[in-house]
């Protein structure tokens, strides 16, 4: 029974993230770039200045529930997709998996930016728990009037937190291949841990992760590149490699032999938007709460995520393992694993241990931010009520999930993940093309109205939008 069941969410998988996603994740992508003139890229500058250059300000004017960097990082783009997502792509989808996993983030800032504004625009504030929140759900629900179809996301979400196995599976199979701890010490330890951080509420959830993402990026990326640096010479080959099995099949290359250019279309496109998350629509509910003063301000955000995410920590991620020649020499491992191999080439077991630390905050703080979008869908259900105080229970459900299955196979998990993310992009890619009139006015108000007005000294009034539930 169970292998009819794999091979039947194999065949779901394969075709939706064949031709009608690759079309749709990319078409919508290229769409957003042209209707917002390419502002992703031509005003790369501002987006830098407004984001990282200002990420400890203090806020000064707007309203929301935390401010744009806390938003930014409980977003969980910088997540497991980065490491263990990169290596599962490239075994199954050859080198050539790494240029379409550019390609969409290149045109996925711009529906990243889109995702965004959508969520700032529609997003709704619940007295009872002094929030600002959004997602597709509101979405539907106030943009569009899908109200049936909001309540069937939701209930879709909370039942089934699948979304979270290829955490744990990842976070258990590196730290137990380092370190030798058993799979349930390793999840009961990181259970016990994020209680601690839940029974502070949404507002201790975005303080931690404000703290870990920069300071477990920095170490992630430096340590990466030490890698690349070291083995400058074949960076070219891997380069060309990439570029060349982007576009035909790779024939007698080791572990990569045979894999066709649809597979790395599909598995790159896959793991593209996994791991920078344009088109998921999660962008529409972390950053919904953040307090600014202008949607489009806090969209700066969706294409840092996209280009650094995919574009930096990604390529590192990659690189690392082309390189270091680890997908000849093991080709039975894929996952963190196979990454924590090519750091270990280079830096001895230290390597290994780099990854598992990296592997474990990462995954840890995508726990987090997987738990927050999943109580939003509680909150949802529930209404603007009292009753919503039962959300606050809804970890125990969340995380006890997963305890009992992180053991099963990485790419079973993987294709279950990629079905499950069929929901998301397909509902999101619906809300963007529904409502792109909106999402083009607001972003055409900022550039040519507000941020002109502002820089001239005449302090425009803030845009910033509360909704009822």
Known sequence: MLLVIESVVTAISNFFWGVPLFVGVLGTGLYYSFAFRFVPFTRIGYHFRHTYGVMFARVTEGEGTFRSFAAACLASTMG?????GVATALTMGGPGALFWMWMTAVVGSSTKMAEIILGQRYRVR???????LCGRNYVFKNGLGWHSLAKTLAWTFVVSPWSLLVQTNALTTTINQVFGVTNQIILWAVFLSLALVFVGGVRRIAAVAEILVPAVSVFYILTGLFIIVINYKEIIPALAMITRYAFTPTAGLGGFAGITVAQAMRFGVARGVYSNEAGMGTGMGAHAAAIVDHPVRQASWGVIESLMNTMVICTITGLSILITGVYLSHTNLTGAALVAVAFESSY??????IVAIAITIFAWKT?????YAGQKQVNFVFGDT?????AMYFWLFYYLFPIFLAGADTGLL???SDTIMIISVCSSIAALIALRSVVISLHKDFWERYLPALHSGKNPSTVHYANKP
Not at 80 to 84: D, F, H, L, Q, R
Not at 348 to 353: C, H, K, N, P
Not at 367 to 371: E, I, P, S, T
């Open 126 to 132: 619940f007295e009872t728990l002094n929030e600002y």
């Open 386 to 390: 009292k009753a919503n105080t039962v």
């Open 414 to 416: 993987w294709i279950i």
């Open 80 to 84: 497991v997709g980065s490491i263990a």
């Open 367 to 371: 726990l987090l931010a997987a738990y």
């Open 348 to 353: 001895g077991q230290v390597g290994g241990a």
